[in-house]
């Protein structure tokens, strides 16, 4: 949809970006100058607007705070060599939130208040987004409940922020899971496919417990039997078994449908290799890893893209991984993924809006 809504624009005078140090950028530390906002009252969205990006005002009884409703995106913006905004997937952002949204009872945010929103924002501090390869800007779109209410029921009112990052690498290095067999992320039934901001805050104690015995991230488990590999929770799971990708599939609505995961998926295919969508058992993997035939294992998501995974502990016992050599399928479609984010190459599959 083309149409375009009204956003009243307060630029700030005292702009961050001449103190920001754009080659040392910690994931999520380097805020840019704006938000776009929009309220929701009265049944429908409406004040939009660009301001200076700062605290929000909030009441100790908004029930965000308290019962968590409240959903977000994560997305990324890249600058191609003539200095041209490229945002990769964004309609597909606009859809998961949605979908997240419902889940929460929280109200459709329609598709062209988060374009025009987005797009404003991105011209608005456009010297923000990084021009440098392995670097790009990180968007966050999110909704959450805004009404002043302890009673338990979907709130009245609701606020939708987009903010932006400057960010380089989610994952300096490659990353060391531990499959996850005693807590649970996600439950059928529950909110595990939903971008909802509970999801994640009910993963930091096991991943913490993790990361004392000095593993990087979880590979959760379902949660009936926790026999079956699921995802981590910064990224959807894939492996490489014999000449077969394997990942999770989406029917179980446990699993976030990442976008990169999907991208993946269909460059995968194209790139003629045996993708099976299915559960694969922590018994196989084990068994795998045993025998040597776990070729590749690597996480995808917007904000880690492709992560090499260094070792994975089943069961008690730790395998270390072969290193990502510059033939493996992990390092040539992260590859193919950045030439079409960076417009390096032409986007056959219509992924690139471009600003
Ligand atoms: C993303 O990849 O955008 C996420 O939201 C994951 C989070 C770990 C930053």
Not at 37 to 49: C, H, L, M, N
Not at 83 to 110: H, V, W, Y
Not at 201 to 206: D, I, K, N, V
Not at 258 to 263: D, L, Q, V
Request: aromatic share 10%; with cysteine.
């Amino acid at each position: 949809m083309n149409t375009t809504i009204e956003i009243q624009i307060n630029q700030t005078s005292d702009s961050k970006l001449s103190q920001t140090d754009f080659d040392n950028l910690q994931f999520g530390q380097t805020i840019s100058d704006h938000m776009f906002v929009a309220d929701f009252k009265d049944g429908e969205w409406g004040e939009f607007r660009i301001e200076p990006y700062a605290p929000l005002t909030l009441n100790p009884a908004n029930s965000t705070l308290h019962y968590g409703q409240s959903v977000f995106e994560g997305m990324k913006a890249y600058k191609n060599k003539d200095g041209e905004t490229l945002i990769f997937r964004p309609e597909e952002n606009q859809k998961r939130l949605n979908d997240s949204a419902q889940r929460m009872c929280i109200p459709e945010l329609p598709e062209e208040i988060f374009m025009s929103g987005l797009k404003k924002l991105l011209e608005v501090d456009n010297a923000w987004i990084p021009n440098k390869d392995g670097y790009s800007l990180y968007i966050r779109p999110f909704i959450f409940a805004t009404d002043d209410f302890l009673g338990i029921r979907p709130s009245s009112n609701y606020k939708f922020i987009i903010f932006t990052c400057p960010v380089g690498h989610y994952y300096a290095k490659p990353v060391k899971v531990k499959v996850e067999t005693k807590y649970s992320r996600a439950a059928e039934g529950g909110t595990g496919y939903a971008k909802a901001a509970g999801n994640y805050a009910g993963s930091l104690y096991p991943a913490l417990l993790a990361q004392k015995e000095g593993y990087d991230q979880l590979l959760w488990t379902d949660a009936k039997s926790h026999q079956f590999i699921e995802e981590s929770g910064t990224m959807n799971i894939m492996f490489i078994i014999n000449d077969t990708l394997i990942t999770a599939p989406l029917t179980t609505s446990t699993i976030l449908a990442g976008i990169t995961r999907e991208s993946v998926l269909i460059l995968a295919k194209e790139m003629g290799l045996n993708v099976e969508e299915r559960f694969l058992r922590v018994a196989e993997l084990e068994e795998a890893l045993e025998k040597g035939s776990v070729v590749e294992a690597f996480g995808t998501g917007t904000a880690a893209t492709i992560a090499h995974i260094s070792l994975i502990s089943v069961n008690g016992k730790d395998f270390t991984l072969p290193e990502k050599p510059s033939d493996s399928f992990s390092y040539n479609v992260l590859e193919e993924l950045d030439a079409i984010k960076y417009g390096k190459k032409e986007d056959p599959y219509g992924w690139i809006t471009k600003l």
